[in-house]
Nanobody, 129 residues
Framework: QVQLVESGGGLVQAGGSLRLSCAAS????????MGWFRQAPGKEREFVAA????????YYAESVKGRFTISRDNVKNTVYLEMNTLKPEDTAVYYC??????????????????????WGQGTQVTVSS
């Protein structure tokens, strides 16, 4: 299991922006699909965004499409989540996750938490109204 460390969370007003980062400990990072999920109190963990190993394909939840952007830097072993026009309902703990299994594929199945085999510890995002 790999180590994933999220950062960048915090408190922001509605309409504001944050950028989350997730740094991986392994050089094989460029072989993995990466995802962002979030979990609000009393709710199940939900999919936010995913990106393929090369960065060439992305997939978003409808609730964040057009506001959030996932990207990656395979030299820095880091995946990012740029969050704009934040809403109070975006308040949650945000987790990054890695799909390191083979064979590698990228489709809407990357929206399923069970597909991922490594998770970060989470970073809190709070959006005030």
């Amino acid at each position: 299991q790999v180590q994933l460390v999220e950062s960048g969370g915090g408190l922001v007003q509605a309409g504001g922006s944050l950028r989350l980062s997730c740094a991986a400990s392994e050089r094989t990072f460029s072989n993995w699909n990466m995802g962002w999920f979030r979990q609000a109190p009393g709710k199940e963990r939900e999919f936010v965004a995913a990106i393929s190993w090369s960065g060439g394909s992305t997939y978003y939840a409808e609730s964040v499409k057009g506001r959030f952007t996932i990207s990656r830097d395979n030299v820095k072993n880091t995946v990012y989540l740029e969050m704009n026009t934040l809403k109070p309902e975006d308040t949650a703990v945000y987790y990054c996750a890695a799909y390191t299994s083979t064979p590698i594929f990228f489709d809407q199945r990357m929206g399923q938490p069970a597909r991922y085999d490594s998770w970060g510890q989470g970073t809190q995002v709070t959006v005030s109204s």
